[in-house]
Nanobody, 133 residues
Framework: QVQLVESGGGSVQAGGSLRLSCVASGYTVSSNCMGWFRQAPGKKREGVAGIHSDGRTSYADSVKGRFTIFSDTAKNTLYLQMNSLKPEDTAVYYC???????????????????????????WGQGTQVTVSP
């Protein structure tokens, strides 16, 4: 049974940093595609960052240069390092996991598509991130 447990959320002032963690059980982080999503009140869920089993990453434009997704194979844990946080980053952040998709020869950016489509079958319960002005 796959279980994803997020932690590391909290309250921080604008400009600050947080590191989210997602511990996976029943699942090998490094052998699959993993992603971070967020959902703010009244807004649709959006993909924030994703990482393919081959190491390629994908980021939402709104977080490029500020957020970094990475994993620790030994700890079987996925991370999201968030720097230069803004009030608009306030949301519940979710970890997601699934087998990396193959969409066809004309769609090589599998992790980008998975992130944009929310094409993951396993989800954590979420952790709240609040950024104050």
């Amino acid at each position: 049974q796959v279980q994803l447990v997020e932690s590391g959320g909290g309250s921080v002032q604008a400009g600050g940093s947080l590191r989210l963690s997602c511990v996976a059980s029943g699942y090998t982080v490094s052998s699959n595609c993993m992603g971070w999503f967020r959902q703010a009140p009244g807004k649709k869920r959006e993909g924030v960052a994703g990482i393919h089993s081959d190491g390629r990453t994908s980021y939402a434009d709104s977080v490029k240069g500020r957020f970094t997704i990475f994993s620790d194979t030994a700890k079987n844990t996925l991370y999201l390092q968030m720097n230069s946080l803004k009030p608009e980053d306030t949301a519940v952040y979710y970890c997601a996991a699934d087998r990396c998709r193959i969409y066809g020869p004309f769609f090589p950016d599998a992790i980008g598509i998975m992130l944009s489509q929310g094409d993951f079958g396993n989800w954590g319960q979420g952790t709240q991130v609040t950024v104050s002005p």
